[in-house]
């Protein structure tokens, strides 16, 4: 019974779970409104900016959702984010996360 309980649970989800793919080359595209501050490929030579390149593609998803919902509070940000789709959000992670930029060192 417990299997059956399980397999349901699961199944509803897979129903109402939208899969979003991510898309490099719209990101790529989505990103010309970027520029202006963080760079064409997220490399800001501004430092007030944040560099995005290289950037965990999680993080920079996690960051742009939190300013669209208000929960990270920055007014630029927060009227860039407001007018983004989940696909939208996907996409510009998935551009800026592929360019070099930020890297992790290895441990020593």
Known sequence: MKIIQLLMIIGLNLI?????????????????VC?????????????????LAGQYK???MNTLHAYKSGSRKNAIMSGFAAGLSDQD??????????????????MK
Not at 16 to 32: F, R
Not at 95 to 101: E, T
């Open 35 to 51: 520029a202006a501050c963080h760079g064409s490929d997220g490399n800001s030579q501004i430092t007030i900016y944040p560099k």
């Open 16 to 32: 109402s779970t939208e899969l979003v793919y991510a898309d490099y080359n719209a990101g790529k595209a989505k990103a010309e």
């Open 89 to 106: 959000i996907e996409d510009l992670s998935e551009y800026f996360s592929k360019q070099d930029g930020l890297k992790v060192l290895p």
């Open 58 to 60: 999680n993080y920079l």
